[in-house]
Structure formats: structure tokens, C-alpha cells
């Protein structure tokens, strides 16, 4: 495949796709994972996942001096755009719509989503982007469901799944959600950020391996997923 799955540290990811960068929840700034710089990250386009500031802290950022193009519910787009936010396109759960960089839907997750200054961020979402040559699942902050296996119809090539524990799904039950997915490649996300969500992804891979037909792909921050291999 050509697009490429770029892990910047917690749940943030660089998707290079058809000559464009999509960003998924950047968190940089204060992440003692980051893996890039907010302030000269590329971007065509930022996918928010929810409101939290674990998620979103440099969308403002980057938007303004990128003009990327800022996707997410209909109330953290109308909350970007009340903050000067020009260039933003919202949607909300269950939708879907083709982009330059692929289809976009949003998916429920189970968490909550008010926004930095306790405004109401809506209902948070995952997300599911089909490029030219993969499908990307993105299951955002959540705990299992068991819908998830509607998901998995959708066939799904690669999950991103959280597994830090606390405030969303745990190791255990990331491999329930990977048997309900069914992807080739799952991806852990959310996870050694901080000592409440610290896990041991070794045993994380080897429970993937064990228990489901996926390929657990663990990536250090700044590495990058392809079906080429791991780079
Ligand atoms: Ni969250
Ligand atoms: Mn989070």
C-alpha cells in the first residue's frame, strides 16, 4: 500500500495518503510522547476524534498556519470555527463523506467529550477512512462494545485501538474488540503517555497473536505502518 500510518506518541497519528497528510487528534504539545513538532507538522487535513485535549491541544494551532482542513461532529467544528477556524467541514456519527484524501465516517465510541473550556463536545466518535489502497479504523477513546462487530463488516485492514487502561478499554479487552473488528493489522494507541495508562505492549502482542488472526503491529512514537513493513 502505498499510504502510510505515521505514530506520533498517544493517539495521535500522521496518515500519508495520495500525496496528502491527515492528521488524527494531534497532541503534541505536552505530550512527553510526541514524536513531531506542532509547530512545522505538515497537514491537508486534521481529523478530531473528540473533545478532549489529549486530542485536539494543537488543532488551532496547526490549522491556522497550515489552512488544513479541520473534520470532526457538528459541535467541535462549530467550536473551532467560533475560535476563527475557517477552513472546516463538520459531521456527525454514523455519517460518511468522500474527501480528497479518502471516505470518512464517523463511528460511535463509548466516552465523553467536553471540550477545554467545558463547553459540550457532542458525541465523541471513531473513525473509519478508506483511502485508495486501505481501510482505517480508528476506534478514537472507548471501551469495547459489542457493535464493533459492525465495524468488522466493513473490513477493516488496520485498527487503531486505545489499551491504556483508565479511561478507555484495557489490553483484555482490546483483544475482544480485535476478534470482533477482524483486521488484519491492529495498531494499540493511548497507552505509556503517563503512569496511569502505562501497559506492557509485549504482553499486549503476544495475547493478539494468541487469541485472534490479527497482526499487532506495536509502533514506537515517529515510526511509521505500511503494508510494506515498519518504518
Ligand atoms: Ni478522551
Ligand atoms: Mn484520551
Not at 22 to 40: E, K, R, W, Y
Request: glycine share 10%; with cysteine; proline share 5%.
Amino acid at each position: 500500500m502505498t499510504t502510510e500510518i505515521r505514530y506520533l506518541g498517544h493517539a495521535s497519528f500522521q496518515i500519508l495518503t495520495g500525496g496528502q497528510s491527515v492528521l488524527i487528534d494531534p497532541f503534541l504539545t505536552g505530550n512527553p510522547q510526541a514524536a513531531a513538532s506542532a509547530d512545522d507538522i505538515e497537514a491537508d487535513a486534521i481529523l478530531v476524534t473528540h473533545g478532549h485535549e489529549d486530542h485536539m491541544a494543537d488543532v488551532e494551532a496547526i490549522a491556522s498556519r497550515t489552512g488544513a482542513l479541520v473534520v470532526s461532529n457538528f459541535e467541535i467544528v462549530s467550536w473551532f470555527q467560533k475560535r476563527g477556524v475557517e477552513n472546516a467541514h463538520p459531521m456527525h456519527i454514523g455519517g460518511r463523506h468522500a474527501f480528497d484524501f479518502g471516505v470518512l465516517k464517523l463511528t460511535v465510541a463509548h466516552h465523553g467529550s467536553m471540550l477545554p473550556d467545558g463547553s459540550c463536545g457532542g458525541s465523541p466518535a471513531g473513525l473509519i477512512l478508506k483511502t485508495e489502497d486501505v481501510t482505517i479504523y480508528d476506534a478514537g477513546d472507548t471501551a469495547l462494545f459489542s457493535d464493533m462487530r459492525l465495524i468488522g463488516d466493513e473490513e477493516i485492514d488496520v485498527a487503531i485501538l486505545p489499551i491504556g487502561d483508565n479511561f478507555t478499554m484495557g489490553p483484555e479487552d482490546s483483544v475482544r474488540a480485535t476478534q470482533f473488528i477482524r483486521p488484519g493489522t491492529v495498531i494499540p494507541a493511548h497507552y505509556n503517555t503517563w503512569p496511569v495508562i502505562e501497559q506492557d505492549t509485549d504482553a499486549w502482542a503476544a495475547a493478539i497473536e494468541k487469541d485472534t488472526s490479527a497482526l499487532p503491529v506495536v509502533l514506537k512514537p515517529g515510526q511509521s505502518f505500511s503494508f510494506d513493513g515498519v518504518a
